[in-house]
């Protein structure tokens, strides 16, 4: 029989999701939604909580909400109502939240992984249900008080609560990357966690593999990205399993994630514990959401990226990674199909997508926009090594100069150095005085070898000029020249 | 409705009741959740629940920005403000 400290525990985790609709004007009253603008400039009595204050609908943050709940493959409700969430926080002026309780606008949806499981078919986590609320306000907590601005009270949230289908940190990981590239597609939300309008809490427990009840379930928050939500779960999974195999007990508590420490600890709350008195909205009148707008709705989406991912290793033919990569922004699929409709040259236009490109995203940490890279200047560039202007490796050079210019690659190749005229090198005295030094140099093994017949020979003579030339030059001219200085 | 729950209620409702007020609080409010237990033995097996007494269906509004209070208008009420923000006791310690 095994004991506590031998035996073996699997995790269960579950991700509580909350998107901020960027729509103009807030949820329930008309001031607007703007992030960073003076504390408490965009208020109002309904936002403020005044008495005798009403809330109306806006109409534009259901429709987002209905986006959203297509795009995580859930059905959406016909009918639906508000309710009141009771709790007192100084965030929240109206002593309750306003969301959805037992009629979410969207339910019974899916996530397909890209994680394999043992047998290898794709994970699959389900999405329990996507419903709207308002957001509160934001607290500053200093030493002698707490300062509050109601500029994002009533900000519209799509609240998206998984399933317990993910079982260690890199499956929620792998959730969160899959819901916001869906989402990504759909222009709803800025899906910044930097910036809040993207944030998630996990809900994780333990137990003991093979067992199905589930275990002591922690909440854990206060994440800032999703590494930390992976760094997070690990870190609890952990904590747990440390706890149970010394004979310890689990309580249900919220923690918080310390960014620094690399820790969760429990937040000790003066708040009661959960009890929120949930009751439908008197202020609001149930709303009908007809067969008609759903399906326009659907009309109106954007291919999504499980569609789009299908296409392009049919249509274009490309490698898995590189078509998993294009569609996980809807800008980096939009850029290749823009850039292969100039040039029909998809294999091309994805690896340079997937290579340098990338590259400088992650090195700039900067957006697609930010580069300011149009797909004509691609193809020009493309071009310019087709022609034999540049090499594979002063093209990347260049690449690289050009982004956040809106100077054509000819041009910065040639402010560069790096372009090779159209004189060739033939009339280069650069190139026949490299090669001259090459030859001298090497004379006695590598010129012989290269004269007796030898391919290898010719290939590391070549490198050697392309060194000394710093690559100034298409190395597919340079054999017939070393020949001829060979042979003298 | 005893006197555990009465105390609960008020705490979630950040009440402060003496001893005294907790028992008599009981009794009232047993009284009332009494009625609606006497409502609640009426069969309404074929009568849907209403949560509103009008049927206003889809009052919504469009997607339009107003102009919002000026940020001293908004924390005029506030028994304390701080550059433009409500300052209220530290929440964490």
């Known amino acids: ?109 899916v996530l397909e992984l890209p994680v394999r499981d043992a047998t290898g078919n794709p994970r699959v986590c389900r999405v329990t249900r996507a419903h709207l609320e308002e957001d509160a306000g934001k607290s500053i907590h200093l030493e002698g008080g707490t300062l509050v601005d109601l500029n994002r009270a009533g900000t519209p949230l799509v609240e998206i609560v998984s399933a317990p289908d993910l079982r260690n940190a ?17 222009g709803v939300s800025e899906l910044s966690m930097e910036k809040g309008s993207l944030r998630c809490d996990a809900n994780v427990s333990i137990r003991p593999v093979g ?47 310390d960014e620094d420490k690399l820790e969760t600890r429990s937040m000790r709350s003066k708040e009661e514990a959960n009890d929120y008195r949930y009751f439908p909205e008197p202020d609001l009148a149930p709303f009908e959401i007809g067969r008609g707008w759903i399906d326009e709705v659907r009309r109106s989406l954007p291919e999504l990226p499980e569609k789009r991912l299908l296409r392009y290793l049919d249509d274009f033919k490309l490698a898995r990674a590189e078509a998993d990569y294009l569609v996980t922004e809807r800008e980096l699929g939009d850029f290749f199909e823009a850039t292969v409709k100039l040039y029909d040259q998809p ?86 005085a490299a090669i001259a030094e090459v030859i001298a140099e090497f004379n006695d093994k590598a010129v012989k070898d290269f004269l007796e017949g030898k391919e290898a020979a010719l290939k590391f003579l070549v490198g050697q000029c392309m060194r000394k030339l710093k690559g100034k030059v298409d190395p597919k001219e340079l054999p017939p020249l070393i020949e001829k200085a060979a042979r003298g | ?64 920005v107003k102009p919002s209070f000026s940020r001293a208008e908004a924390v005029s009420n506030a028994p304390e403000q701080e550059e433009g923000f409500f300052k209220v006791p530290p929440v964490i310690e």
């Open chain 1, 170 to 186: 890199e499956e929620a990981h792998a959730y969160l990357t899959t819901l916001k590239r869906n989402l990504s597609y759909l």
């Open chain 1, 1 to 109: 029989m095994a004991t506590a400290t031998t035996v073996d525990f699997e995790a269960v985790i579950g991700l509580e999701t909350h998107v901020q609709l960027k729509t103009r004007s807030k949820m329930f009253c008309s001031c607007k939604v703007e992030f960073g603008a003076p504390a408490n400039s965009l208020t109002c009595p309904v936002c403020l909580g005044l008495p005798g204050a009403l809330p109306v609908v806006n109409r534009q943050a259901i429709e987002f909400g209905i986006r959203v709940g297509l795009a995580l493959n859930c059905q959406i409700a016909h009918s639906i109502r508000f309710h009141r969430k009771n709790y007192f926080y100084p965030d929240l002026p109206k002593g309750y939240q306003i969301t959805q309780h037992d009629t979410p606008l969207c339910f019974d949806g």
């Open chain 1, 211 to 257: 067992e199905s009840r589930f275990g002591t379930k922690v909440e854990v928050k206060n994440m800032n990205s999703f590494k930390s939500v992976a760094n997070a779960i690990n870190f609890e999974i952990q904590r747990q399993k440390r706890i149970l195999r010394a004979g310890g007990t689990l309580h249900q508590e919220t923690r918080l994630w």
């Open chain 2, 1 to 64: 409705m005893d006197e555990h729950t009465v105390r609960h209620v008020a705490k979630l409702a950040r009440l402060e009741l003496d001893e005294a007020e907790i028992r008599r609080m009981a009794g009232e409010l047993a009284k009332i959740t009494g009625y609606i237990e006497q409502l609640r033995a009426v069969n309404v097996e074929h009568v849907a629940p209403t949560v509103h007494p009008f049927f206003d269906l889809n009052a919504w509004r469009e997607d339009v």
């Open chain 1, 347 to 432: 294999r091309k236009i994805a690896a340079w997508i997937s290579g340098e490109l990338t590259h400088a995203l992650s090195e700039r940490n900067a957006s697609l926009a930010d580069l300011k890279l149009e797909p004509a200047r691609l193809v020009e560039l493309i071009s310019l090594v087709e022609a034999r202007k540049l090499n594979n490796i002063t093209a990347k050079e260049v690449f690289h100069a050009m982004l956040g210019t809106s100077d054509s690659p000819e041009q910065v190749a040639r402010r560069m150095g790096k372009l090779i005229e159209a004189s060739g090198a033939a009339e280069d005295p650069a190139v026949a």
